[in-house]
Nanobody, 122 residues
Framework: VQLQASGGGFVQAGGSLRLSCVAS????????MGWFRQAPGKEREFVAS????????AYTDSVKGRFTISRDNANNTVYLRMTSLKPEDTAVYYC????????????????WGQGTKVTVSS
C-alpha cells in the first residue's frame, strides 16, 4: 500500500484543517487506517484510527472532541478533520495502514505515508 498525505499548512490557534490520505496499490478497504504525529524533538505519537468499515474510531485524549477521523473506501481516502487547533498540535502528521481492527500503536501499522506538516500559531 502506498499512502500520500496532504492538507497540512499554517493556521492560527482556533482554526481548522482537514488532512487527507490517499491509498493505492492494494485493497484499501481491508485496512484499518490511522493518523500519527511527530513534533520536533518528540517521538511519533498516535492521534486517531478508524476500522476498515469506518464504524469504529479511536482517539488520543488530547484531540477528543476536536478531531474527527473518517474514510471513503470508494475513493481510497482517509481524512482527519481538525478543529479548535492549538499550538501543541503543531507536528508532522503521518497516515498509516494496518490490519488491527483499530490500532493505536505504531507496530500495529505496516504502511506509512510521507507526512504532512501542520503548524499552529498562537
Amino acid at each position: 500500500v502506498q499512502l500520500q498525505a496532504s492538507g497540512g499548512g499554517f493556521v492560527q490557534a482556533g482554526g481548522s484543517l482537514r488532512l487527507s490520505c490517499v491509498a493505492s496499490g492494494r485493497t484499501f478497504s481491508v485496512y484499518a487506517m490511522g493518523w500519527f504525529r511527530q513534533a520536533p524533538g518528540k517521538e511519533r505519537e498516535f492521534v486517531a484510527s478508524i476500522s476498515w468499515s469506518g464504524t469504529i474510531a479511536a482517539y488520543t485524549d488530547s484531540v477528543k472532541g476536536r478531531f474527527t477521523i473518517s474514510r471513503d473506501n470508494a475513493n481510497n481516502t482517509v481524512y482527519l478533520r481538525m478543529t479548535s487547533l492549538k499550538p501543541e498540535d503543531t507536528a508532522v502528521y503521518y497516515c498509516a495502514a494496518g490490519k488491527s481492527v483499530v490500532g493505536q500503536r505504531r507496530n500495529e501499522f505496516d504502511y506509512w505515508g510521507q507526512g504532512t506538516k501542520v503548524t499552529v500559531s498562537s
